[in-house]
């Protein structure tokens, strides 16, 4: 992997690579400022996000054809995931009147963002050839 190759990236993949690292240093956040009194169960969850923020970012660098698979599956997993253990289980319930707001939320910003990430690893054709063909 040349120093060329990561800068001649195309657009959808310099989106990606901004999106998970906005994931990494959302997460770490947390890890950083929790202190000695955090509990193991939060020390896990900010963790296992910020590893799978960090493997997506690395994953933007690799240029094989099934790294765009993993970067999709891995840029929509991890809102998805975290959106559904801030409402459903960690960190707070929505009142019943909110639920439709919130699902505007996430339909249109929160999962909406990552979709169009995901459709452009693979609609784009500057991004599919630099997942298929080798560096120069």
């Known amino acids: 992997m040349s120093i060329l190759s990561v800068i001649r990236a195309p657009l959808g993949v310099y989106l990606n690579r901004v999106a998970f690292l906005l994931y990494a240093v959302l997460f770490a956040w947390p890890l950083l400022h929790l202190g000695p009194i955090a509990s193991l169960r939060g020390l896990v969850i900010f963790s296992s996000f910020e590893l ?3 493997m997506g970012l690395g994953y933007s660098f690799v240029r094989v054809p099934r790294s765009r698979w993993i970067l999709a599956i891995l840029g929509l997993a991890i809102p998805a995931v ?44 500057k991004t599919s050839e630099y997942f298929t063909q080798q560096a120069a």
């Open 52 to 54: 799978c923020s960090l």
């Open 82 to 125: 975290f959106w559904t253990s801030m409402c459903w289980t960690e960190f707070s319930r929505p009142a019943w009147w909110e639920w439709p707001f919130d699902v505007v939320f996430v339909l249109i910003v929160w999962m909406g963002i990552p979709i169009v990430l995901a459709v452009s690893l693979f609609r784009d054709k």
